[in-house]
């Protein structure tokens, strides 16, 4: 089933508010597609008529205040279980996520990198990403990921839970990519680390955006996201209120106070 959105262009000097998208029959599906997302927690509706597209290659921030509902879209498309999609469609490379369970949808290529990074207890930092491995399909394989990520190959050996919070984060980042995915999805990766920390997950997002790895990145961070993303989708109590580019939120201070108080 054709997916491909289009949204409405910005007049001049007015804000693009998103429009709820609309399906053209007979055209290619962008890479990846939701439309009518609607996820509950209970019978707390959460995510609410959530529709966009992202094109193969390029850097999404989603952004919003506290509650917003950022975390819970992100845990709606990698088909988490909670919240519980009740509508809508999820379509990444042409594949219903929509009709998968999480671990479908993680084999299917979508790889949730969560805030509170799930590192296992018990193993080793090596053996946290041999494991992600077991089940495939494979991605980078780990000799690479050490060069890509130094301190990890210094603490191969050492229990990645004893890890400082970042070198937790950079292992889970490098757990998602020992699978092959197409579609990284990032919850605040710079959620309580240091400063001189967040300048080095910020170089692994920067090479990551070099590959062109399709990416969705949820931040309170919003100016470094920003800075990182092509593209920005704003959530405003489960809705997306605006989708544009990165540089136009940059450059909207009045957008910027409305929806992210910056």
């Known amino acids: 089933m054709s997916s491909e959105t289009l949204l409405n262009q910005p007049d001049s000097g007015a804000l693009q508010k998103s429009q709820n998208p609309v399906r053209n029959v007979g055209t290619p599906p962008a890479y990846f597609s939701c439309w009518g997302m609607q996820a509950y927690y209970g019978e707390s ?37 909670d ?9 990444l490379d042409h ?12 084999q299917n290529g979508v790889g949730l990198v969560q805030e509170d990074r799930r590192i296992i207890p018990g193993l080793t930092v090596e053996e946290n990403l041999e494991l992600a491995q077991i089940n495939g399909p494979k991605g980078w394989e780990i000799e690479r990921l050490y060069e890509h990520f130094p301190r990890l190959a210094e603490r191969r050996k050492q229990e990645g839970i004893t890890m400082s919070g970042g070198e937790q984060q950079m292992l889970a980042v490098a757990r998602a990519l020992a699978r092959d995915i197409k579609l990284l999805l990032l919850d605040e990766p710079y959620e309580g680390l240091a400063p001189v920390i967040v300048q080095e997950i910020e170089k692994i997002l920067e090479e990551i955006k070099s590959l062109g790895m399709t990416t969705i990145i949820v931040e309170q961070n919003a100016i470094a996201a920003l800075h990182l993303a092509d593209r920005a989708l704003i959530l405003d109590m489960g809705q997306i209120v605006f989708d544009g580019t990165a540089q136009e939120v940059l450059d909207d201070e009045a957008l910027r106070q409305e929806y992210l108080a910056i």
């Open 45 to 81: 509706y959460i995510v609410q008529d959530v529709s966009f597209n992202i094109h193969e290659g390029e850097i999404v921030a989603l952004l919003g205040r506290n509650g917003a509902g950022k975390t819970s879209t992100l845990r709606t498309i990698a088909r988490a279980g």
């Open 83 to 91: 919240p519980q999609l009740q509508h809508g469609e999820i379509w």
């Open 95 to 106: 594949k219903p996520l929509h009709q998968m369970k999480d671990f479908q949808a993680a």
